[in-house]
């Protein structure tokens, strides 16, 4: 089972609004990531990190930011809320050996933007 | 670079009914492949992998061959239950050294009905 958490699961806020959505695992994983998942259920990777003080822009451009101070925490955030914004956000991580290629999925934090 | 081709859906299909979802992928050197699912209001799980080719991957009634020779990886079941209608996401890992990242399918949602 794994033991990826996301906070808040639901976040209703209006525009101009500072946010940030919490994410944390209990596995020791070096590595972590942010996805943005559309209507559609796509996936877009938005940011991911390799360990402490790493981290990488991902495939699609997003005006949210991330950090790793801690192993185990990997926030992000919004520091002007847009409509656009609007989205589920889902937080994953690997480990950097073994079995690098799987990833575990957070439950997601599903964002408003009004 | 890599990608990930689902067929179209959605798929709606009585219970105790056989199950194909189609993927074929493209990438580069010899890839790792997966199918995650994620049911409502939740995250994505790790439902099966393959990690070279001929591997056959099985979880919960489910499985997926790996064919290098057709790019393919798709899913099936031979008879679904309601319990099982979520979306699917097939996924490739293509490892760059230690920085592999998984390329998602568009996913596609399935409702079985009793």
Redesign the interface.
Known sequence: E?D?Y?TPRYLVIGTGKKITLECSQTMGHDKM?WYQQDP????H?IH?S?GVNSTEKGDLSSESTVSRIRTEHFPLTLESARPSHTSQY?C?SSP??GE?????????TRLLVL | GNSVTQMEGPVTLSEEAFLTINCTYTATGYP?L?W?V?YP??????LL?A?KADDKGSNKGFEATYRKETTSFHLEKGSVQVSDSA?Y?CAL?A?TG?????T?G??I?LSVRP
Do not use: C, D
């Open positions: 794994a990826i996301q990531y559609g259920m796509e996936l990777l991911y390799y889902l994953a950097l050996a690098q290629e799987t990833q575990y999925f957070g439950p997601g | 790792s997966f995650y994620q209001g939740e995250g994505l799980q790790l992998k990690t979306v996401f890992a490892l230690a920085n592999s990242k998984l998602f568009k996913g949602t």
